[in-house]
């Protein structure tokens, strides 16, 4: 892959960070205000986007509470953060399988956590900024390796969206250049 272009698709995860359980907003956020907060992390990241009418969606088929006073919690904030990158690798019926295995193990915001860690862990390796992953616990149980197993699907998706974004900017810019990759 030649430089220039290596060098965007490492740019959309450059820097990559999600704000943890404890810096989500305390107070309850609008519907708009929740699309743009969650927006607003992924924004470098093609196909990983989340509208109004998506997190209706989810509350009309109960994968998240239902707002309180139309404002949406933390710990919806935090499920959202997570259906917004999984929903391109499995199915809302799996993502809500996956909550209720959390729920048993878990609070909402030890899974968020760790979610995070997982995400910015696997975006680091995927992307080529960091030449290893870090392991799993040996003993590591079934909702580790689940969540593992999808982060890193859903990640490989974000870097071929972003490679594909990129090759088409890098071919607008100099007709040809990709041609000298075949």
Known sequence: ?????????????AGFALPRYADLPQVGLYLDQTV??????????????????MVSNYVKKGVIAHPIKKKYSREQLANLMY???T????????????????REHCSAAQAY???CNELENCLLY??????????LASDADDEKQLL???ILSAVNKMYLDCFFAASRQEEALWPGILSDLV
Not at 1 to 13: G, P, Y
Not at 92 to 99: M, R
């Open 83 to 85: 259906i917004v990158v």
């Open 148 to 150: 593992r197993s999808t």
């Open 36 to 53: 743009q907060f969650v927006n607003g992390y992924f924004r470098s990241f093609p196909g990983v986007e989340l509208t109004p009418s």
């Open 126 to 135: 995927v992307f080529g900024a960091s030449p290893i992953i870090q392991d």
């Open 87 to 102: 929903k391109t690798v499995l199915s809302l019926e799996n993502i809500d399988t996956l909550f209720k295995m959390q």
């Open 1 to 13: 892959m030649k430089q220039e272009l290596k060098r965007r698709v490492m740019a959309c995860a």
């Open 113 to 115: 956590d760790y979610f």
